[in-house]
């Protein structure tokens, strides 16, 4: 059975950080692409990073480039993803997916085994 588990949120000052980890069984992230997607008090969920298993690639979204940094420790079968700089507009709980299909990863459509989330609340 896949299993992703999120861990790491929190509540946090702008300008913090904060790392989230996606821990996974059942499966391994060799033949996985891992993304990372948030979803705000009414909003849509949004892919916000991901990673490729296949060539080790990764996407972030405009928003986030040069704050979050996503990595892989496939020993562990963990991915984090490290936020840095944060801001209030941050703020949605964030989730974990996976998919087997594509090689790359930014295909945010394709997911199809996710986490229960973790929130992140950035204050002012």
């Known amino acids: 059975e896949v299993q992703l588990v999120e861990s790491g949120g929190g509540l946090v000052q702008a300008g913090g950080s904060l790392r989230l980890s996606c821990a996974a069984s059942?499966?391994?992230?060799?033949?996985?692409?891992i993304g990372w997607f948030r979803q705000a008090p009414g909003k849509e969920r949004e892919g916000v990073s991901c990673i490729s298993s296949s060539d080790g690639s990764t996407y972030y979204v405009d928003s986030v480039k040069g704050r979050f940094t996503i990595s892989s420790d496939n020993a562990k079968n963990t991915v984090y993803l490290q936020m840095n700089s944060l801001k209030p507009e941050d703020t949605a709980v964030y989730y974990c997916a996976a998919d087997h299909r594509q090689y790359y990863c930014s295909n945010f459509g394709w997911y199809d085994y996710w986490g229960q989330g973790t929130q992140v609340t950035v204050s002012s």
């Open positions: 059942g499966f391994t992230f060799d033949n996985y692409a």
